[in-house]
């Protein structure tokens, strides 16, 4: 393979991954609803490229269950159902209050990392008091509230865990949306995260597994 071809795959490669992120926020921004039909001409049409690009990035798509490729039928928005999304989160509890208690049993937070996550959650209460309308509101609590995540999943260390909760990544964004719309109750989405904080902190890893628990509020609430 000359240099051309390689660069003409890493381009290709590039174009697909951008298919994939587009069609991801799409759906999380509702233009795509549960069941709707994918078609591959608009998606080429609306990034301006080929066909061939699209295709691949739906099919890495169909992989990771975020849409379904039913034969003579078409592309299809994967429906996620009550059960689904609550295995999502059983999946999420598990391997993060096993993140918590390596982060609490090692120290592995500094006042710089506290400081870092106090900061994201104020933004978080922020925009749940501004005036942005409620689907707005609702996709920027889910970014910010992921990112806090992520941070003390990566402060952990534990790659194997961070790794399997990555690739979950944008099924742990439609639970969490699914399940700040079931209650509208952004302000305690963004809020809850300071227990959370609190407890870390102060070395409590069961308040603080009973915190990040109970943050999910289809939990607290007992709708699972």
């Known amino acids: 393979m000359d240099m051309g071809t ?3 795959v890493s381009n290709r490669e590039n174009l ?8 991801k926020e799409a759906i999380l921004a509702g233009t795509y ?7 591959e001409t608009e998606v080429a049409l609306k990034l301006g490229i080929s066909r061939a690009p699209v295709r691949e990035g739906i099919k890495e798509l169909a992989k990771e ?16 159902n009550v059960n689904d999304i609550k295995e999502v989160f059983d999946i999420r509890l598990l391997l993060e209050n096993d993140i918590l208690k390596i982060l ?3 120290d592995k937070l500094t006042e710089k990392d506290f400081n870092h996550l106090e900061g994201l959650v104020e933004e978080m209460v922020k925009v749940a008091n501004s005036d942005m309308d409620d689907l707005k509101k609702s996709i920027t609590i889910n970014i910010k509230d992921m990112e806090f995540h992520r941070y003390i999943w990566q402060k952990s260390g534990s790659q194997r865990r961070v790794k399997i909760l990555e690739d979950m990544f944008f099924q742990l964004r439609i639970a969490m949306l699914y399940d700040t719309n079931e209650t509208g109750d952004l302000y305690a989405t963004a809020a809850d995260h300071y227990e959370i904080i609190d407890n870390l902190k102060s070395k409590d890893l069961e308040k603080c597994k009973k915190a990040l628990r109970e943050h999910i509020i289809s939990y607290k609430r007992g709708t699972f």
Do not use: A, N, W
């Not at 697909?16 to 069609?23: A, E, F, P």
């Not at 609803?33 to 078609?39: H, S, T, V």
């Not at 379904?68 to 039928?73: E, W």
């Open 6 to 8: 390689r660069t003409y």
């Open 33 to 39: 609803k549960e069941g709707d039909r994918i078609l």
């Open 65 to 80: 269950g975020v849409v379904t490729i039913i034969p003579r039928k078409g592309t299809h928005v994967t429906k996620f």
């Open 16 to 23: 697909s991954s951008v298919v994939g992120d587009y069609i």
């Open 104 to 106: 609490i049993q090692e």
